[in-house]
Each structure stands twice: as C-alpha cells, then as structure tokens.
C-alpha cells in the first residue's frame, strides 16, 4: 500500500495534454466570438446604410414639400431690378426657397437651399451636395441671379459654392440627374424639362440616383418623384 502511494499521481504527459485541451478550447471560443462580433459589426453597418438612404429620401421629400413660392430682385445689365419667381431648375444644379431645414427641421427659418452634382472623391461617380443659407428677402436671393435679359428663356444664375460647410446628401452615386415637370395642359399630357425657363414652380421634380456599386443585400437609393403642392403663383398679386 505504501508502494502504491508513492506511485499515484499525475504525469508530464497528462499535464501537456490537459493544457492542449484547454488551449484548443480558448482558441475554439475566441474564434466563435470574434465570428459573432465580426457578424454583428457587418449586421450594424447594413443597418445605418439602410437608415441612411431612408434619411436622404425623406429628407429631400420634405424640403420639396415645404417650398415657398418667394420672388428675388434680379440685377439687369443698364436697367432697374427685376423681380422674378426664385427657382432655379437645371440638369445638375437646383435652388428654392423650403421651410425645411437639416438642422431644425420644419420648426426651423426659411432657408434657400442650393443643390449641386459634383464628381465624387478621386472621380469615382458623383455627389449631391447641399448649401443652406438663411433667407433674409428678395433682395439677398437677387445676389445669386446674374440678370434676366428679355428673350433670353429666363434668368442665369451665379454657379453654385462648393465648400467646408457643404452637406454631402448621397455619395457614391453612379449618376444623379435633375429634371422638372410642367404643368398639364390639356390635351397635352405633362412633359419633364432639364431646364426651368417658367416663371411659376414646376409641378415635380424629380431626381435620377443609382448606386455606383449596387448591392441587393442592402437599401439602395432609386429615383424619386416629388410632387409640388404649392399653386400660389410669385409674381401675381393676390388680394385678401
């Protein structure tokens, strides 16, 4: 018995083995959690792209739909200023008057919006980008109109300023187009123009976007048709 004693116990090669065991285990687990963890950070970057392009549709749907019909004195070359209905519709730039605003929201002042497509970074695709300025009356908007010469089609405007304090709305666009709709005429159904030459707001805007690199696992941002609910017309007086 005493023999037998003395000769009970653990060897070497059954400590190594215990510790490989333990080892593969630890290493087995640190790789189930860094899949998950790894899983979970692609699930939550899917998810913010998504609220993303949710959050650019519905915001440029509520700038449209909370535009003003304002007027803005424009400069003649040798003439008196001109009041014109502020709107400024073209392929890659647009610019109005909305009562909505990024930072405040609805609650927020009027605001003249300035929208430009420019190239992307390293000029893969384009960007729209987004200038707010406060508006302070038809006088400050006459300082982005170069003149309103008759039969020149309406007024040319100063080119849009792209800097620090711009908004980039969507990134990564293949393509983004501007195009208006005229008011319906009958019996001629409604047409889109990609220049706004009428001196009244146009009836829709709509704007072309594509993903540069489109992903079916993921929101992807699509053409969007915004109607424009105000009927009042800028340049005509109306008596209450």
Known sequence: MTRRGKQAGVTLVELLIAVTLVALLSIGMLFAMRVGLNAMDRSNARLMQNRRVVSVERILEQQVANIMPVTALCANENGPLTAISFFQGETSTMRFVSAYTLHEGTRGNATML?????????????RLVLNEVLYSGPQALGATCLGNPPGAGGPTFRKVEIGPGSFVLADKLAFCRLSYREIAQAPK??????????PILPDAIRIEMAPLDPNASRLNLITLTIPVHVTRWPLERYDF
């Open 114 to 126: 300035e929208f430009q497509v420019i190239p992307g970074e390293d000029n893969a695709g384009v």
């Open 189 to 198: 159904p409604p047409q889109w123009v990609i220049h706004w030459k009428e």
